[in-house]
């Protein structure tokens, strides 16, 4: 059918008088020009109109889906350095020597609850809940190994009452014997982590008025991540944009907690913006750094452009945290608002007043990228660059997340505190406590949904090109038509003439006897050939002439049809 279809439209075309076709030609030739131009010209901006669009987070689209439930298997690897010597943290000469264990693997499954929308200003409010699943087959040792690690309880709460009156210390001071002067404590990787542990000081200042120790406890138990496994209450309440005013905006937190600046840190360093960890601003642009609002440490910390960088075929941008994100002013004058009053040397993240006032400060793993002071105080740890550095790479058109590997170390400070004879006289140490990598990585079938747009904006771009030369074809297709019959209308004139004059000088030739009988014979030679060639040349136009009187009866035929 299609065929027969083809075949008439040609058919009806040929019949047509010439100068009716030539403008069809030129007709459509045009168009193919403007299409294939505006192809290659615009068809990338066209493709960025169609992806904001689809970005745009509104109730049950698929951009809202995937945020909802993100489908990027996020695991977990918790590193706990056991501390070997506590009995010779008395002695200043001896360090404390440290024996990492782990990994102990979990598989993050995270999704989004209580969402509200808010129309009024584009954005929407939500809690992030995760269920952790212990990885075993994947984990080396299990979560009923017993670690040795520092009280930090005890730490904590020394370090808030060090400022306080001298009566409520000396109310600490009788509540710290329960633990007998021992700094340290064993318990399992399972209470240490997600299951938390009870404790008598915990139960104590659960049950003291809040005016004698000027402490609100909002937990019954005490682990490092507890009481996060299926917990809404940890991270806050976050309101973000969803872009469907200002592309500009989309994903970024526009509040958290309600507010959009924290008590944390001084104003300066207070506000709250950048992204929450699931999208950045779209169309990224090289050495140009992105910013992340981590609600663990109550502030937005930069990350650096380093390189591009392939992930499963996807070109990407590789963004490092570097010595920024734990500076706290001695290489970035910027990050000393951050210090909390206690501006130690480079390398440690001081948030303090983000965990409850205890004394903890965050770090690369083996204080990887920090100041040597911290190595010099402890055994056992030995940092690593493709171990130990804090990594993720972007893809640049979407700003979603490709690859990721989040390395941070935990630490806690002690000091000797005299009013409490549980710190008396021991040494002024960052101690660490455990350190995770969070680690993320495309999928192969997600990665083809992500090749899908360059494919159509090259495919785009090709059929641009294609078109725009087949429509210059068209274009040019009767003009130099017209230049050859023209050429070849010449061509047999300029024969015809040549033929004329050598019958001219044979005849003049054959008149004057006394020239040479060789040239004769030359000139007699010559005239037979150019007699053959008009000969043909008069059978060449007898067919023409004949063919063309065909043509003319056929179309008389087809039109008295």
Same mark, same amino acid.
């Given at each position: 059918?299609?065929?027969?279809?083809?075949?008439?439209?040609?058919?009806?075309?040929?019949?047509?008088?010439?100068k009716?076709?030539?403008?069809?030609i030129?007709?459509?030739?045009?168009?193919?020009?403007?299409?294939?131009?505006?192809?290659?010209?615009f068809?990338?901006?066209?493709?960025?109109?169609?992806?904001?669009?689809?970005?745009?987070?509104?109730?049950g689209?698929?951009?809202? /889906? $995937?945020?909802?439930?993100?489908?990027?298997?996020?695991? @977990?690897?918790?590193y706990l *350095?056991?501390w !070997?010597?506590?009995? +010779?943290?008395?002695?200043l000469?001896?360090?404390?020597?440290?024996?990492?264990?782990?990994?102990?693997?979990?598989?993050?499954?995270?999704?989004?609850?209580?969402?509200?929308?808010?129309?009024?200003?584009?954005?929407?409010t939500?809690?992030?809940?995760?269920?952790?699943?212990?990885?075993?087959?994947?984990?080396?040792?299990?979560l009923d190994?017993?670690?040795?690690?520092?009280?930090?309880?005890?730490?904590?709460l020394?370090?808030?009452?060090?400022?306080w009156?001298?009566?409520?210390?000396?109310?600490?001071?009788?509540?710290?014997?329960?633990?007998?002067?021992?700094?340290?404590?064993t318990?399992?990787?399972? /209470? $240490?982590l997600?299951?938390?542990?009870e404790?008598?000081? @915990?139960?104590?200042?659960? *049950?003291?008025? !809040?005016?004698?120790? +000027?402490?609100k406890?909002?937990f019954?138990?005490?682990?490092?991540?507890?009481p996060?496994n299926?917990?809404?209450?940890?991270?806050?309440?976050?309101?973000?944009?969803?872009?469907?005013?200002?592309?500009?905006?989309?994903?970024?937190?526009?509040?958290?907690?309600?507010?959009?600046?924290?008590?944390a840190?001084?104003?300066?360093?207070?506000?709250?913006?950048?992204?929450p960890?699931?999208?950045?601003?779209?169309?990224?642009?090289p050495h140009?750094p992105?910013?992340?609002?981590l609600?663990?440490?109550?502030?937005?910390?930069?990350m650096?452009?380093t390189?591009?960088a392939?992930?499963?075929?996807i070109?990407?941008?590789?963004?490092?945290?570097?010595?920024?994100?734990?500076?706290?002013?001695?290489?970035?004058p910027?990050?000393?608002?951050?210090?909390?009053?206690?501006?130690?040397?480079?390398?440690?993240m001081?948030?303090?007043?983000?965990?409850?006032?205890?004394?903890?400060?965050?770090?690369?793993?083996?204080?990887y990228?920090?100041?040597?002071?911290?190595?010099?105080?402890?055994?056992?740890?030995?940092?690593?660059?493709?171990?130990?550095?804090?990594y993720?790479?972007?893809?640049?058109?979407?700003?979603?997340m490709?690859e990721?590997?989040?390395?941070?170390?935990?630490?806690?400070?002690v000091?000797?505190?005299?009013?409490?004879?549980?710190?008396r006289n021991k040494?002024?140490?960052?101690?660490?406590?455990?350190?995770?990598?969070?680690?993320?990585?495309?999928?192969?079938?997600?990665a083809?949904?992500?090749?899908?747009?360059?494919?159509?904006?090259?495919?785009?771009?090709?059929?641009?090109?294609i078109?725009?030369?087949?429509?210059?074809?068209?274009?040019?297709?009767?003009?130099?038509?017209?230049?050859?019959?023209?050429?070849?209308?010449q061509?047999?004139k300029?024969?015809?003439?040549d033929?004329?004059?050598?019958?001219?000088?044979?005849?003049?030739?054959?008149?004057?006897p006394?020239?040479s009988?060789?040239?004769?014979e030359?000139?007699?030679?010559?005239?037979?050939?150019?007699?053959?060639?008009?000969?043909?040349?008069t059978e060449?136009?007898?067919?023409?002439?004949?063919?063309?009187?065909?043509?003319?009866s056929?179309?008389s035929?087809?039109?008295?049809?």
């Amino acid at each position: 059918m299609c065929r027969k279809v083809i075949v008439s439209a040609k058919f009806a075309i040929a019949m047509m008088p010439s100068k009716n076709r030539r403008v069809i030609i030129n007709i459509v030739g045009l168009c193919l020009i403007v299409l294939g131009l505006g192809n290659v010209l615009f068809g990338e901006s066209i493709l960025n109109k169609f992806l904001e669009k689809e970005m745009v987070l509104r109730p049950g689209s698929k951009m809202f /889906e $995937l945020w909802k439930i993100p489908p990027l298997k996020l695991t @977990l690897d918790f590193y706990l *350095f056991n501390w !070997t010597n506590p009995q +010779d943290f008395q002695n200043l000469d001896i360090k404390p020597k440290f024996e990492e264990l782990g990994p102990y693997r979990f598989i993050e499954v995270p999704h989004k609850v209580d969402i509200k929308w808010h129309t009024q200003n584009a954005s929407l409010t939500y809690k992030k809940q995760s269920k952790y699943y212990f990885d075993a087959a994947n984990s080396k040792g299990q979560l009923d190994d017993k670690i040795v690690t520092l009280n930090s309880l005890a730490v904590s709460l020394s370090s808030k009452a060090k400022r306080w009156s001298s009566l409520r210390r000396r109310v600490i001071d009788i509540a710290l014997n329960v633990y007998n002067g021992d700094i340290s404590i064993t318990k399992s990787v399972n /209470e $240490l982590l997600f299951e938390g542990y009870e404790d008598v000081l @915990l139960n104590m200042a659960n *049950f003291l008025p !809040t005016s004698l120790i +000027d402490v609100k406890v909002p937990f019954d138990k005490f682990g490092y991540c507890y009481p996060r496994n299926y917990s809404a209450d940890v991270t806050g309440i976050f309101n973000i944009h969803t872009g469907a005013d200002d592309m500009r905006k989309f994903g970024q937190v526009h509040t958290w907690n309600y507010a959009d600046t924290t008590r944390a840190y001084a104003p300066e360093c207070a506000k709250v913006y950048g992204s929450p960890g699931e999208f950045q601003s779209l169309y990224l642009e090289p050495h140009k750094p992105v910013d992340f609002f981590l609600s663990d440490v109550c502030r937005t910390v930069t990350m650096d452009y380093t390189q591009t960088a392939e992930v499963e075929g996807i070109q990407g941008f590789r963004y490092e945290g570097g010595k920024r994100m734990v500076d706290n002013g001695t290489l970035y004058p910027e990050n000393v608002c951050h210090c909390n009053g206690d501006c130690v040397p480079s390398g440690l993240m001081n948030i303090t007043s983000c965990w409850f006032g205890s004394p903890m400060f965050l770090s690369y793993p083996h204080f990887y990228d920090a100041d040597p002071y911290y190595l010099t105080e402890v055994d056992g740890l030995k940092p690593e660059k493709d171990k130990h550095e804090l990594y993720l790479v972007l893809e640049p058109r979407s700003g979603l997340m490709l690859e990721m590997k989040a390395r941070l170390q935990s630490n806690i400070l002690v000091e000797p505190i005299s009013d409490f004879k549980m710190f008396r006289n021991k040494r002024r140490i960052f101690f660490p406590l455990f350190w995770f990598e969070a680690r993320t990585r495309v999928s192969p079938q997600l990665a083809e949904e992500f090749k899908l747009l360059p494919r159509l904006l090259l495919s785009g771009k090709v059929f641009g090109i294609i078109s725009t030369v087949i429509g210059l074809i068209m274009l040019a297709w009767y003009p130099i038509k017209l230049h050859l019959q023209n050429r070849l209308i010449q061509q047999i004139k300029i024969n015809n003439l040549d033929n004329e004059t050598h019958h001219i000088v044979a005849k003049t030739i054959s008149l004057q006897p006394e020239i040479s009988p060789l040239l004769v014979e030359s000139v007699q030679a010559n005239a037979k050939i150019l007699e053959r060639a008009d000969t043909q040349l008069t059978e060449f136009s007898i067919e023409a002439s004949t063919s063309s009187t065909d043509r003319s009866s056929m179309q008389s035929s087809t039109s008295s049809t």
